[in-house]
């Protein structure tokens, strides 16, 4: 009976475990509130889906970076180190060379990703019910093309490259669809309804939300270095800065709707 206790104590743990693991293992999205709504089918304006695929290094690319002293993540350099080829010569014996690959932005570490939902505002409807006796409705419409951009908070040796990396951790995290520019086109609009009473005036403000990223950013100058058939690589100068970003989210927007006795 005790052998039976044991083993069901056991298994329950083991599963409870798994469970545990698999969760964390999983991107975390963060709650999205309800006055946010995703407009990607009524936009008027079709953004570009961002597609940026976490790059697989080929298996030589994989073992140069296991020989590197320093994480190596950044795609346009795994790209590069892909497209190359290194041919063992069975007569190599005392053949050195090294490399210089240039001096790159090798890593980003994230430390913090927060979002938001007000990042910027982008439309104002109103409807002027002062003189009516009962309520009446209102919805959001688009009244012009609205570019919302993000971007760097400081200004980083390699930018294109640390934005892409810091774009690819933020996505991974938040499970969002985050871009560095969103348009919402003119006459974009949504059916969801708010009521205005009577001798009030209506304001329904839409806002772009976007993410709040930060982190490190780690530099250094690559070298590849060949001894006979032995391959690795060098990474000298290290250096790292912080550095943060705002990325706004793709077609998405948050509403906020108040009624007033006088213009605002």
């Known amino acids: 009976m005790k052998k039976r206790l044991l083993v069901s104590f056991v298994l329950l743990l083991s599963f409870s475990f798994s469970s545990v693991v698999l969760a964390e293992g999983k991107p975390q999205k963060p709650k999205i509130p309800g006055s946010v709504m995703e407009i990607s089918k009524e936009n008027t304006y079709p953004n570009p889906t961002q597609d940026l695929p976490y790059l697989q290094p080929s298996e030589l690319t994989q073992?140069?970076?296991?020989?590197?002293?320093?994480?190596?993540?950044?795609?346009?350099?795994?790209?590069?180190?892909?497209?190359?080829?290194?041919?063992?010569?069975?007569?190599?014996?005392?053949?050195?060379?090294?490399?210089?690959?240039?001096?790159?932005?090798?890593?980003?570490?994230?430390?913090?990703t927060a979002t938001n939902w007000e990042y910027q505002k982008i439309n104002t409807n109103y409807q002027d019910n002062r003189g009516g006796k009962s309520q009446i409705q209102m919805s959001y419409r688009q009244e012009a093309?609205?570019?919302?951009?993000?971007?760097?908070?400081?200004?980083?040796?390699?930018?294109?490259?640390?934005?892409?990396?810091?774009l690819l951790k933020a996505m991974k995290k938040t499970n969002l669809p985050l871009a560095f520019e969103t348009i919402i086109g003119a006459g974009t609009k949504k059916d969801q309804v708010y009521n205005v009473p009577p001798k009030k005036l209506g304001y329904l403000y839409a806002y772009a939300p976007a993410v709040n990223e930060k982190g490190k950013v780690t530099y250094g100058e690559v070298y590849l270095v060949l001894k006979g058939n032995k391959r690795s690589i060098v990474v000298k100068n290290i250096t790292s800065q912080g550095i943060g970003a705002w990325i706004p989210l793709q077609d998405h927007a948050s509403f906020g709707f108040v009624t007033s006795d006088r213009p605002r």
């Open 63 to 112: 073992q140069l970076i296991d020989t590197a002293e320093v994480p190596i993540e950044n795609p346009d350099l795994i790209r590069i180190l892909n497209e190359s080829t290194i041919s063992d010569a069975p007569l190599a014996f005392g053949y050195r060379a090294t490399i210089y690959l240039g001096e790159w932005a090798l890593n980003y570490e994230s430390s913090e």
């Open 145 to 166: 093309q609205k570019s919302v951009k993000g971007g760097l908070t400081a200004k980083v040796p390699e930018a294109e490259h640390v934005k892409k990396m810091m």
